[in-house]
C-alpha cells in the first residue's frame, strides 16, 4: 500500500528565503507526483505536476523535482513571499487513484 | 482557473438528518472524485467516478453514496448524518492527470 510523508510538518521562515519542502513515497511505481497548495478552509490549486519519466518541472519560483528511484520528490520555493504561505501538499497517482501526504504548513513572516 | 463548483460551503445539521453535498464541474471532465479531510490530515478518497453511470468506492470505507447521472453533476449523499461524519469534504475532476478542486464543504453533526 502506498504512503506518502512530508517533512516537516510545519515550517516557519522569514520573508526572501529559499527553501526546501519534502515529500516521500513508499512505492516507486507511480504515474506522476502532484504538488498542491491549500489555503485554510479551502481547496487544492494544482502546482506542479511531474509525470514518473521526469526529473523536474519549474513555474516561476517554484521548481519541482522527482527520484522515483528512491521515492523522494522536493519542492523548491525561491525567494520566498508572505502570500506563499499555506498547506503544501504532495500527492503520488498509482493505478488509478491519488495517495496525498499530509501536507507541511508554511509560514513566510514578513 | 478551473471551474468546479462546491455548494453549500459550510453546513451544521443535526443528527439523522440526510443531507446532499454538491459538486458541479463545466469543464466537460470525464473523472470526478470525491475526498474527505480532517483538520491537518491527509486526503482520502471516499467515492470516484469515470463517466455517466460510473462510481466506485474508494480507499476510505464511508457511510456516503454518490451518484454520476451527468457529466457535470457528482452529487453526496449522507442518509443519516452522525458526529463522527463531522469533517471537510473536497470534490475534484480530471481530464487526465492534474486534478482540479472545489472549494470544499465543511460540514459538522451535532
Known amino acids: 500500500k502506498q504512503e506518502v510523508t512530508q517533512i516537516p510538518a510545519a515550517l516557519s521562515v522569514p520573508e526572501g528565503e529559499n527553501l526546501v519542502l519534502n515529500c516521500s513515497f513508499t512505492d516507486s511505481a507511480i504515474y506522476n507526483l502532484q504538488w498542491f497548495r491549500q489555503d485554510p478552509g479551502k481547496g487544492l490549486t494544482s502546482l506542479l505536476l511531474?509525470?514518473?519519466?521526469?526529473r523536474e518541472q519549474t513555474s516561476g519560483r517554484l521548481n519541482a523535482s522527482l527520484d522515483k528511484s528512491s521515492g523522494r520528490s522536493t519542492l523548491y520555493i525561491a525567494a520566498s513571499q508572505p502570500g506563499d504561505s499555506a498547506t503544501y501538499l504532495c500527492?503520488?497517482?498509482?493505478?488509478?487513484?491519488?495517495?496525498f501526504g499530509q501536507g507541511t504548513r508554511l509560514t513566510i513572516n514578513p | 482557473e478551473a471551474d468546479i463548483y462546491q455548494t453549500p460551503r459550510y453546513l451544521v445539521i443535526g443528527t439523522g438528518k440526510k443531507i446532499t453535498l454538491e459538486c458541479s464541474q463545466t469543464?466537460?471532465?470525464?473523472?470526478m472524485y470525491w475526498y474527505q479531510q480532517d483538520p491537518g490530515m491527509e486526503l482520502h478518497l471516499i467515492h470516484y467516478s469515470y463517466g455517466v453511470n460510473s462510481t466506485e468506492k474508494g480507499d476510505l470505507s464511508s457511510e456516503s453514496t454518490v451518484s454520476r447521472i451527468r457529466t457535470e453533476h457528482f452529487p453526496l449523499t449522507l442518509e443519516s448524518a452522525r458526529p463522527s461524519h463531522t469533517s471537510q469534504y473536497l470534490c475534484?475532476?480530471?481530464?487526465?492527470?492534474?486534478?482540479?478542486f472545489g472549494p470544499g464543504t465543511r460540514l459538522t453533526v451535532l
Open positions: 475534484a475532476s480530471s481530464l487526465a492527470y492534474t486534478q482540479y
Open positions: 469543464m466537460g471532465h470525464d473523472k
Open positions: 500527492a503520488v497517482r498509482g493505478a488509478q487513484k491519488l495517495v
Open positions: 511531474i509525470q514518473s519519466s521526469q
